[in-house]
């Protein structure tokens, strides 16, 4: 009797340590399954590295832990490396989307797995999932603003495209002498439907580049003041993330400012196409602003990078000839 008791005790003992533990050693197996899966990703591996990631993220399949939400991130690469690879191959990004958004669940920031799903919905020629999956990014009102200027821009981008394919043709755009000068006169295309669509499209990129605009930081109302050189590693980081989503935006501003002068000049408009080509040119000049800001912040980061390498090439040779 003693003996069968103390047989209980013991597994009864044993079940209560290994369910305590047991999320300890899915950490460790998980963490193994990464480090090996990443090995196998370097190499080229990519069935094998889908495998041990997999692997990893069945063991938190909610992603609520560290080593799950890194699982998550790698196998969706891993299916995207390996649609890449092989285009015809669909399902594998149909996979990593899936992956991809799982991903996303738990970190709405996670600006790197939502530009690989804009990715992936264009090169499977899905426009419509394109747009729906941009639209809602950019009205996604808790994550940072820069991200949402990102959205904004691409979708307003679009919209210069269609208008451009329509303002920027030998039927449009028509070169003739204006005071000894060869000059652009921009004149109707000649299907009235054609006309429509570029208004449209001018109108619809208008609106969805000034949201973006609108999302700009206080930062970017005093760019002279931001000196490169006081700026630490991180805050250089940092601010070119914030400043590169907005130096684009002000570069569609401009074109499509550039774009409602056109109109305007089909029109027979000229008080409003000289207006509006007024106002293009101080958009590029604030474009032209936060470019070279944007352009002085990365020389400086670049030449760090380039000095850290340079010492650390001295410190090796020196090392050596001990």
């Given at each position: 009797?003693?003996?069968?008791?103390?047989?209980i005790?013991?597994?009864?003992?044993?079940?209560?340590?290994?369910?305590?533990?047991?999320g300890?050693?899915?950490?460790?197996?998980?963490?193994?399954?990464?480090?090996?899966?990443?090995i196998?990703?370097k190499?080229?591996?990519?069935?094998?590295?889908?495998?041990?990631?997999?692997?990893?993220?069945?063991?938190?399949?909610?992603?609520?832990?560290?080593?799950?939400?890194?699982?998550?991130?790698?196998?969706?690469?891993?299916?995207?490396?390996?649609f890449?690879?092989?285009?015809?191959?669909?399902?594998?990004?149909?996979?990593?989307?899936?992956?991809?958004?799982?991903?996303?669940?738990?970190?709405?920031?996670d600006?790197?797995?939502?530009?690989?799903?804009?990715?992936?919905?264009?090169?499977?020629?899905?426009?419509?999932?394109?747009?729906?999956?941009?639209?809602?990014?950019?009205?996604?009102?808790?994550?940072?603003?820069?991200?949402?200027?990102?959205?904004?821009?691409?979708l307003?981008?679009?919209?210069?495209?269609?208008?451009?394919?329509?303002?920027?043709?030998?039927?449009?755009?028509?070169?003739?002498?204006?005071?000894?000068?060869?000059?652009?006169e921009?004149?109707?295309?000649?299907?009235?439907?054609?006309?429509?669509?570029?208004?449209?499209?001018?109108?619809?990129?208008?609106?969805?580049?000034?949201?973006?605009?609108?999302?700009?930081?206080?930062a970017?109302?005093?760019?002279?003041?931001?000196?490169?050189?006081?700026?630490?590693?991180?805050?250089?980081?940092?601010?070119?993330?914030?400043?590169?989503?907005?130096?684009?935006?002000?570069?569609?501003?401009?074109?499509?400012?550039?774009?409602?002068?056109?109109?305007?000049?089909?029109?027979?408009?000229?008080?409003?196409?000289?207006?509006?080509?007024?106002?293009?040119?101080?958009a590029?000049?604030?474009?032209?602003?936060?470019a070279?800001k944007v352009?002085?912040?990365?020389?400086?980061?670049?030449?760090?990078?380039?000095?850290?390498?340079?010492?650390?090439?001295?410190?090796?040779?020196?090392?050596?000839?001990?």
């Amino acid at each position: 009797m003693r003996s069968s008791r103390l047989g209980i005790f013991v597994l009864l003992t044993l079940a209560v340590f290994l369910t305590t533990n047991c999320g300890y050693y899915n950490k460790v197996m998980a963490r193994k399954n990464l480090v090996d899966g990443s090995i196998a990703y370097k190499e080229r591996k990519f069935e094998v590295a889908e495998d041990l990631f997999r692997r990893a993220a069945a063991r938190d399949p909610e992603g609520e832990t560290l080593e799950g939400k890194t699982a998550q991130v790698f196998l969706a690469r891993t299916l995207h490396s390996r649609f890449i690879g092989n285009r015809s191959n669909t399902e594998l990004a149909e996979q990593a989307i899936t992956e991809y958004k799982k991903a996303l669940a738990n970190d709405k920031n996670d600006q790197s797995s939502y530009k690989a799903v804009a990715s992936l919905y264009e090169n499977l020629k899905k426009p419509d999932e394109w747009k729906a999956w941009v639209t809602a990014r950019a009205n996604t009102a808790d994550i940072r603003p820069e991200f949402r200027a990102e959205a904004y821009t691409a979708l307003a981008a679009k919209q210069n495209t269609c208008a451009s394919e329509i303002s920027d043709t030998p039927a449009t755009k028509k070169t003739v002498q204006r005071d000894g000068k060869d000059v652009f006169e921009y004149v109707k295309p000649a299907d009235p439907a054609e006309l429509a669509k570029l208004r449209a499209c001018i109108d619809e990129g208008t609106k969805l580049i000034e949201q973006a605009i609108a999302l700009e930081p206080d930062a970017l109302k005093n760019l002279a003041a931001m000196n490169p050189k006081a700026m630490s590693d991180s805050e250089l980081k940092a601010t070119l993330e914030v400043l590169k989503p907005f130096e684009s935006a002000r570069s569609y501003r401009a074109s499509l400012i550039i774009q409602r002068s056109r109109l305007a000049e089909m029109d027979g408009n000229t008080a409003e196409r000289d207006r509006l080509k007024n106002e293009a040119d101080q958009a590029k000049e604030a474009f032209s602003t936060l470019a070279d800001k944007v352009k002085d912040l990365q020389n400086e980061v670049d030449a760090r990078r380039a000095a850290a390498e340079e010492a650390e090439n001295a410190n090796k040779k020196a090392n050596a000839n001990k």
